[in-house]
């Protein structure tokens, strides 16, 4: 089991910027590939961004280049997603993800190849 506990959300203006952590605990870190994704109300879950076990390859949803960055810190035992240019159609509870994979460098995209959620944490973006 891999235990995912998200924290930074909060309000902030349209523009703003926010720095989510996911931290794990349970399993060996970095045999994961890590990704965050979110929900809107009344919308489906939506993919933001992953990275690979290496921290070397990274994967965004297009909405989110040049706006987001997604890394880790395998010591710490701990994922990031920095988010920046803040807009209103970014609110959303924003969850991470675990997926185990053998290589040091797959970015896995799908939900489905996910094994372990957090709770997710609330982003509200005012306008």
């Known amino acids: 089991q891999v235990q995912l506990v998200e924290s930074g959300g909060g309000l902030v203006q349209s523009g703003g910027s926010l720095r989510l952590s996911c931290a794990a605990s349970g399993r060996t870190f970095s045999n994961y590939a890590m990704g965050w994704f979110r929900q809107a109300p009344g919308k489906e879950r939506e993919f933001v961004a992953a990275l690979s076990r290496s921290g070397s390859n990274r994967y965004y949803a297009d909405s989110m280049k040049g706006r987001f960055t997604i890394s880790r810190e395998n010591a710490k035992n701990t994922v990031y997603l920095q988010m920046s240019m803040l807009k209103p159609e970014d609110t959303a509870v924003y969850s991470c993800?675990?997926?185990?994979?053998?290589?040091?460098?797959?970015?896995?995209?799908?939900?489905?190849?996910?094994?372990?959620w957090g709770q997710g944490t609330q982003v509200t973006v005012s306008s």
């Open positions: 993800a675990a997926a185990y994979d053998s290589s040091w460098y797959a970015v896995p995209v799908a939900a489905y190849e996910y094994t372990y």
